[in-house]
């Protein structure tokens, strides 16, 4: 900055009851905006930064305390003429809020050019803050086109696919190694007549050696396989047991045991319908051939039923183990 000059100061109005510090203050507000207009002059970005980089709030803080300072510095001077000790700083105070003012409509200024190039203009908008909220509510569309979407209209997620196991597909007809081993157990009379009954899951009541048994649910049967007689004679009773008829049964290892088959009349409290099961138990055989083949829960199982010589005979085959 150059030397201050007498064609500098002439613009003040020297007051005759001014001290030492008045005449202070006043030369050195004359500097400060030579400075200020300099630096404007030589490098404005430069300045503007400087500016941005110390917030508003601080500077006012520091003006505020300056101004503290140089008040009891004059009062100091000047016990005697209260009257003329706030004119000179009042006068400086004033002129670094125009400053200040003159700042935020630059920045704003330049803020609106900026929004313009990118937005669209808004020329219309004469109010700072409907102005403001304008430039929010564009930002904010232009974000969330920007992310393929509206705001207003959010998209319910695409539900991903969850795959569905392939099931077990029955085979054909029943396994020729079962045909030929019936045919060997009933020594050639066997009818070849074959019904594929159930087709299920092994459950842990399947599995349970202290339940023993083999559950056919009728909802879940493929196909009928008892004659008229048979269905009728499994309706009866033994006492206070119900009748069970013997049935040779081939397991998945081949071998031939007798089971016993029942029929379960389940009624429903919440409805007058009931629900009927056919059981394979007896003794222990289910339970022998659980353990034989070792049977588990998950097992997919095919119970057949053949006729030799007119009666009724099972194969049960598994699907998913080493008899496929």
Not at 135 to 150: L, N, V, W
Not at 155 to 168: E, F, H, K, M, S
């Amino acid at each position: 900055m150059r030397d201050l000059t007498e064609k500098d100061v002439e613009g003040i109005e020297w007051k005759p009851d001014w001290k030492k510090i008045d005449y202070l203050a006043a030369v050195a507000g004359v500097a400060r905006d030579m400075l200020e207009e300099e630096e404007k002059k030589g490098n404005e970005k430069q300045y503007n930064s400087e500016k941005e980089k110390k917030p508003l709030k601080k500077r006012r803080t520091e003006i505020q305390e300056s101004d503290q300072e140089c008040r009891l510095l004059s009062k100091k001077k000047n016990k005697n003429n209260p009257e003329n000790d706030e004119k000179p700083m009042r006068n400086f105070s004033l002129k670094i809020k125009d400053q200040e003012n003159q700042e935020s409509k630059i920045t704003k200024k330049r803020n609106r050019k900026s929004n313009q190039e990118e937005f669209g203009s808004d020329d219309d908008c004469d109010d700072e803050e409907e102005y403001q909220s304008r430039m929010i509510q564009k930002k904010r569309t232009a974000s969330s086109e920007k992310e393929g979407r509206k705001i207003t209209n959010h998209q319910a997620p695409i539900p991903i696919p969850i795959p569905i196991p392939n099931p077990i597909p029955p085979p054909q007809g029943l396994p020729i190694r079962f045909k030929e081993r019936i045919i060997e157990e009933s020594r050639g009379e066997f009818d070849n007549e074959e019904v594929l009954v159930i087709q299920k899951t092994l459950s842990q009541s399947d599995v349970n050696s202290n339940m023993g048994r083999f559950t056919i649910p009728s909802r879940h049967m493929s196909n009928k396989f008892l004659n008229e007689d048979e269905d009728v004679e499994l309706d009866g009773y033994v006492g206070r047991y119900k009748y069970h008829i013997p049935v040779s049964l081939i397991d998945p290892s081949l071998e031939c045991v007798v089971v016993h088959l029942r029929k379960w009349t389940m009624e429903k409290k919440e409805s007058d319908k009931s629900s009927i099961s056919y059981v394979l138990n007896g003794e222990s055989s289910w339970n022998k051939v659980m353990e034989k083949n070792r049977l588990e829960i998950g097992d997919t199982m095919q119970l057949w039923a053949v006729r030799v010589g007119g009666k009724l005979w099972f194969a049960l085959v598994r699907l998913n183990g080493h008899d496929q």
